[in-house]
């Protein structure tokens, strides 16, 4: 589950030399250049950078390694091996390097979304680029989103896999079990990934151990909501037992704590239990034992 913004600070000014309104504020404006720097006015925006100019170069004057067509059309996944592609991949890695000294979670969003298509673009990823993906996924709150692209690495078949060709698959795996063994040998291996995947199971360990004191506290805080609901309205648990009691009755007006309450929460709230066996199991366990 995402952990939202973690200590990233959100709409801040990001003003170098500090600024006398640098408190969280909505109506900061972005630098209109990276879009990711916010400023409190247009005197502290910054110029272009040159990734603009690259890629519009690259797109009007495609090199004669690319059989003169548009490498973002033709070539996706194979820059830096088309040399003409090179200048704006190193421009962008500029980029992704300079948004990186602003810490705002804006920024290292922009920085994540930077290195994610160079890694599109360029599989080969002859900069290094995906060295800084589990790091930034971990700063954004996206435990699982790291887990699985430092999985997706570990399981690359041989060390012979061809980076470069897109008919493979490619960061393809999602929702994989962080909880399983660490992976001891791998074809490819990178430490940042292990420092990384070090910071992820510390936080499930103490996600976990968190887990572990509710689970301790919770059955008493389930019953004690168990007898809050029997007492306000006693009909309702009643069908949450045989859910046939209500499933056909529509009643149009009720008094606190009647039937005719029991059968409007029961309709109103029905299908979440329903959806959630394991919930329902529990309840009813509850609501046997004290007939």
């Known amino acids: 589950m995402p952990r939202m913004?973690?200590?990233l600070p959100y709409n801040h000014c990001s003003l170098a030399s500090g600024c006398r309104v640098s408190f969280q504020s909505p109506n900061l404006l972005r630098c209109g250049a990276c879009q990711v720097v916010k400023y409190c006015g247009k005197p502290h925006q910054k110029q272009r950078d040159k990734l603009a100019a690259e890629e519009a170069k690259l797109r009007a004057e495609p090199g004669e390694d690319t059989g003169g067509e548009n490498p973002f059309d033709t070539a996706a996944g194979q820059f830096w091996y088309f040399k003409s592609t090179r200048p704006y991949i190193s421009a962008r890695f500029d980029l992704m390097s300079a948004i990186l000294n602003v810490r705002t979670g804006e920024a290292v969003q922009a920085a994540l979304d930077h290195a994610l298509d160079m890694i599109r673009v360029c599989r080969g990823d002859n900069q290094g680029v995906r060295s800084y993906?589990?790091?930034?996924?971990?700063?954004?709150?996206?435990?699982?989103?790291?887990?699985?692209?430092?999985?997706?690495?570990?399981?690359?078949?041989?060390?012979?896999?061809?980076?470069?060709?897109?008919?493979?698959?490619?960061?393809?795996?999602?929702?994989?079990?962080?909880?399983?063994?660490?992976?001891?040998?791998?074809?490819?291996?990178?430490v940042s990934f292990t420092v990384a995947l070090t910071l992820i199971k510390i936080r499930l360990m103490q996600d976990l151990d968190s887990l572990h004191a509710f689970v301790l506290r919770n059955p008493a805080q389930i019953l004690q909501l168990y007898k809050?609901?029997?007492?306000?309205?006693?009909?309702?648990?009643?069908?949450?037992?045989?859910?046939?009691?209500y499933a056909y009755d529509v009643p149009s007006m009720y008094t606190p704590g009647s039937r005719e309450e029991a059968v409007l929460?029961?309709?109103?709230?029905?299908?979440?239990?329903?959806?959630?066996?394991?919930?329902?199991?529990?309840?009813?366990?509850?609501i046997t034992n004290d007939m």
């Open 5 to 7: 913004n973690l200590g």
């Open 133 to 190: 993906v589990p790091a930034l996924h971990l700063r954004l709150g996206n435990d699982q989103q790291a887990y699985d692209f430092i999985k997706r690495y570990a399981v690359v078949p041989d060390e012979h896999y061809t980076w470069n060709d897109t008919s493979l698959p490619f960061l393809d795996l999602h929702d994989q079990d962080a909880l399983e063994p660490v992976f001891e040998k791998t074809h490819y291996h990178d």
């Open 228 to 245: 809050k609901v029997k007492e306000d309205n006693p009909h309702f648990w009643p069908g949450v037992l045989n859910p046939n009691l």
């Open 265 to 286: 929460i029961f309709r109103q709230s029905w299908y979440s239990w329903s959806e959630t066996q394991p919930a329902v199991q529990y309840i009813r366990s509850i």
